[in-house]
């Protein structure tokens, strides 16, 4: 039997009538601290789960610092009240300053900046690298706004990863979002015949679901994963880890990387899981223009890092018709004429550009490339510094000590 562990990041603001507070980190929609949040309801539903040999590692994130310690004493009480059922445990600020301090002990310096609860990417990181210290043979990554329906849902988590399926390895496993009615759908009208890419990305990804859907089989290798629902073995954690220099779309992010390395993901039609997103309404909980330049960032970044990795001869070339329709076609020319006009109007729409729309639009753009040219060859370095500190971590005992 192999242990499981399942990881629930958890991610918490200001209190909602407090204004006027500086957010390092940004977040979809984090939890106001005055408010109870879901991380309860997500716990609950694993009481339900049949199989034996399991444990959960919350992880807690914040949007800035100066709440970090009544944020982990918050979520250390919401975690108590589930401690005679289940075995869980917690890692914030307090644990991570001591495993900084010992990994550069161990010499391991160079990627110290990189390891934080700061974005999604980093955090993912810290998913893996605590679960592979506590000798997880398998980690189960879900969010704090899901419920478990299914009693085999660790059963069916566990029982393909990190294995041979029809002939192919299975470096990874990623099973859909369903929301309160069951569908897995964005169900999204209008966006078909609309020209820019920004505008029409949640049809782009039904039309691949449409695709994985009429793919033949339980498994089908898939070009996008969830996050919320995504399954790693123990020898993908060793070659692969997130990317610590994008901003958004890590779920994504990892599957490229890992293609890279010649590991494929797989959708599992049967690993699904519900999705409650809260609707938090208050002034830290804001679809904005911030989020909108991240997924600039992003799509950009990886187009980027598709075209450099074309430059090492160890590493696999990434095709992006295999990518297609969603995620790939954010990685064609056109992203660039799509994201300066998408920002320009946003801008526009707003009255918060600090010069004109347009040009602010094109300067933030022309700013993204640069960006990816200067970080990408970074995670090229990163991820060799990552499988040398797996190898340091893997029986470290003071490390041990810090997850337990």
């Known amino acids: 039997m192999q242990k499981v562990t399942v990881v629930i990041p958890t991610y918490w603001t200001w209190p909602k009538d407090i204004k006027d507070k500086g957010e390092k980190s940004i977040f979809d929609h984090p939890t106001p601290l005055d408010l109870d949040g ?7 539903s694993f009481k339900k789960i049949n199989y034996p040999d399991f444990d959960i590692l919350v992880i807690t994130a914040f949007t ?3 709440i970090a310690e009544k944020v982990e004493k918050r979520i250390q009480g919401i975690i108590d009240k589930f401690k005679d059922k289940l075995e869980i445990k917690h890692f914030s600020y307090s644990k991570l300053k001591i495993l900084r301090e010992r990994l550069f002990e161990l010499g391991h310096y160079k990627i110290l900046q990189e390891i934080n609860l700061e974005n999604y990417n980093n955090i993912r990181n810290l998913q893996l690298i605590v679960s592979y210290i506590n000798n997880s043979d398998v980690v189960v990554g879900i969010d704090d706004d899901e419920v478990i329906n299914d009693g085999n849902y660790l059963y069916k988590a566990a029982e393909y990863v990190g294995k041979e399926y029809k002939g192919d390895f299975v470096a990874g496993v990623a099973g859909y979002y369903l929301d309160r009615e069951g569908n897995h759908r964005l169900k999204v009208e209008g966006q078909e ?3 820019n890419l920004f505008d029409k990305k949640s049809y782009l990804m039904d039309l691949t679901y449409d695709r994985l859907d009429h793919t033949e089989g339980r498994l089908v ?3 996008l994963v969830f996050g919320g629902n995504m399954v790693f073995p123990r020898t993908t954690i060793e070659r692969i880890s997130f990317d610590p220099y994008n901003t958004r779309g890590e779920d994504i992010d990892y599957l490229i990387n890992a293609k890279m390395e010649g590991l494929n993901f797989f959708l599992d039609k049967e690993l699904n899981i519900t999705h409650l997103q809260p609707d938090y309404k208050n002034i830290h909980n804001r679809i904005n223009i911030t989020q909108l330049k991240q997924d600039i960032l992003r799509f950009i970044y990886e187009k980027e890092k598709i075209e450099q990795v074309k430059k090492y001869n160890n590493l696999n070339n990434i095709d992006i018709e295999e990518l297609m329709p969603y995620p790939g076609s954010f990685f064609e020319d056109k992203v660039f004429s799509d994201a300066e006009k998408k920002l320009g109007k946003a801008l526009s729409d707003k009255n918060i550009a600090e010069t004109e729309p347009e ?4 300067e933030f753009i022309n700013y993204a490339k ?3 040219k200067k970080l990408v060859p970074e995670y090229f ?3 060799l510094l990552w499988k040398d500190m797996i190898k340091d971590i893997k029986n470290d005992q003071k490390l041990k000590e810090v997850v337990k």
């Open 64 to 66: 800035n610092v100066e």
């Open 193 to 195: 015949e609309l020209e």
């Open 370 to 372: 640069e960006r990816a």
């Open 359 to 362: 040009k602010e639009a094109r």
């Open 221 to 223: 290798k898939t070009p």
């Open 381 to 383: 370095k990163f991820r």
């Open 38 to 44: 879901t991380l309860a309801r997500t716990l609950e």
